[in-house]
């Protein structure tokens, strides 16, 4: 990209009209991309600015199944605005806010609160998920109808950081979200099973002196609810996949016409139990990491389909729970700022996906899953214009430096990724451009251009 063409500093305000020369689409072909009031058009429009993308590929706007973004209750790890600023940088223009905040995502109230926080910041879209169970409590179902019918319209549901574990309960939620057809998102960890665990469970964990996490308490879940699913004809999603016995209950039950989807962190595609060796609190997360015939069979997994997503369970924490002993640390990763690096490293640069599987896997897939309109259509002439494009050439050490967000407990500081998210656009203005955010006042002023303009086309 020509950093003397256009600059993150002195971009106007939107709606912006600008032309992308050279880009190259996940399919290699090379083009031209056409920008004006927030939508692809098939032509230049006078006076628009010029970005030069030769050399960079061009891919859907990301989007992102499962974030963290802490707000409301714990803005000293998270906010909506950090943490769509993290987003951004990695390439994502819209994300996937999980329910457990302070007050929890169990009512209207706080879902329509997210939403609009993520409408006012405007560097990414905010799709709120809803608590399955009231204060993630697994007593009693949450106001899931008056969340769907919200001005938030929130599509999915999870208690994600704590499993559903009550059967009874699960099968009503699968039925309730069916009526509208909506999807629950589980976390898949049986809590007997794990009281007190700090990694995976096997030879490792007993030299270490940690608590060992079976795999079985993983896939025990996903195996019974699989099971509610088809018995319920509802649509099930399972976060953040992590053992090779996961794959096989999701490989028997898509066999078996079951609606299920699921899903692999980055983290979970690249890393193994060995960097617990270290006792570096970094590498603590749930579901914990695990072998490498596990990271092999996940790999394969999201190339041949059985997996269907990746999602980053961005996981910001303070300084102070990451920065203790190891059995004192919270679990957690934070992951929007290098997600789209470490697939390129796990999937790409290994020969199983290529970018179009990437698009698929990262953008038009998850959007699907979580009812997002707009992203099956991507670089089509009258769409929103979400793109990103990146430089997938170059190698770079990962610092502190490209984290974005609050948190700072990335597993990958000090470690070369590949890629570059070079900019980013998010409903035709830009939020990063050269690699750099661009200021939040402009993007706050670009997302309220381009609302009335949305709102005035429509009469």
Known sequence: ?????????????APINFVVRGATLPDGTSTDLFVSDGQFVDSAVAGATIIDAAGLTALPGLVDLHT????????????????????????????????????????????????????????????????????????????????????ARVRVFSDDGKCVSDALLMRRALEYVKTFGGVIAQHAQEPRLTEGAQMNEGALSGELGLAGWPA?????????????????????????????????????????????????????????????????SRYKVNPPLRRDEDVRVLREALADGTIDIV???????????KECAWDEASFGMV???SALRVVQLA????????????????????????RLAGYDQAFTIGSAANFTLYDATVNRVFGVGD????????????????GRVVATIH????TVLDGDLVEAGQVEESAVRVHESTRSSRG
């Open 1 to 13: 990209m020509n950093s003397g063409t256009v600059s993150s500093r002195t971009v106007n305000t």
């Open 68 to 151: 963290h973004l802490r707000e409301p209750g714990y803005e000293q790890s998270e906010t909506v605005l950090t943490g769509s600023r993290a987003a951004a940088a990695g390439g994502f223009t819209a994300v996937h806010a999980m329910a457990n905040t302070s007050p929890v995502a169990d009512t209207a109230g706080v879902v329509e609160q997210v939403e609009s926080l993520g409408d006012q910041h405007g560097y990414v879209t905010v799709r709120p998920i809803g608590a399955v169970t009231i204060g993630l409590g697994g007593e009693r179902l949450s106001e899931i109808g008056a969340m769907a019918q919200s001005r």
């Open 216 to 280: 079985v308490a993983e896939e025990s879940i996903i195996a019974r609810d699989v099971l509610l699913a088809e018995h319920v004809g509802a649509r099930l999603h399972v976060c953040h996949l992590s053992t090779a016995g996961s794959v096989d209950v999701i490989r028997w039950a898509k066999a078996r016409g079951i609606q299920v989807t699921a899903e692999v962190t980055p983290h979970h595609l690249l890393l193994t139990e060995e960097l617990a060796r270290t006792y570096d």
């Open 311 to 321: 999602a980053t369970d961005h996981a910001p924490h303070p300084i102070e729970s």
């Open 335 to 337: 992951g929007l700022e």
């Open 347 to 370: 999937v790409v640069d290994t020969g199983l996906l290529n970018w179009t599987d990437v698009a698929r896997v990262l953008s038009s897939k998850p959007a699907e899953i979580g």
């Open 403 to 418: 984290l974005r967000g609050k948190g700072i407990n990335s597993p990958y500081l000090g470690r070369e990724l590949p």
């Open 427 to 430: 409903n035709g203005y830009p």
